[in-house]
């Protein structure tokens, strides 16, 4: 059974970090998957936050987020990150893991708060 499980959400002041991760199960070749995070603020879509190939070799970030997040992945822990600095309250969200296999299927995680106030 597929899982993507986030955490590492909560709440921050403007300016401040935090680092979300995704833990992935049940893939059969977690380095065959490219990874995404996405967020969904109240009232809006869901939007691309950034992306990163299979390898790890290639990454992709939203024009409001590049600069300040770093996608990373660990294909020997089945893991990804999102390292996020200098926080906006704009970047309050719920943030989601998704995984993308090479067929174009996607799979999702349940998703984590993120709060920027002070």
């Known amino acids: 059974q597929v899982q993507l499980v986030e955490s590492g959400g909560g709440l921050v002041q403007p300016g401040g970090s935090l680092r979300l991760s995704c833990a992935a199960s049940g893939f059969t070749f977690f380095s065959n998957y490219a990874m995404s995070w996405y967020r969904q603020a109240p009232g809006k879509g869901r939007e691309l936050v950034a992306r990163?190939?299979?390898?790890?070799?290639?990454?992709n970030y939203a024009d409001s987020v590049k600069g300040r997040f770093t996608i990373s992945r660990d294909n020997a822990k089945n893991t990804v990150s999102l390292q996020m600095n200098s926080l906006k309250p704009e970047d309050t969200a719920v943030y989601y893991c998704?995984?993308?296999?090479?067929?174009?299927?996607?799979?999702w995680g349940q998703g984590t708060q993120v709060t920027v106030s002070s």
């Open positions: 990163i190939a299979n390898t790890g070799g290639s990454t």
């Open positions: 998704s995984a993308r296999s090479p067929r174009r299927l996607d799979y």
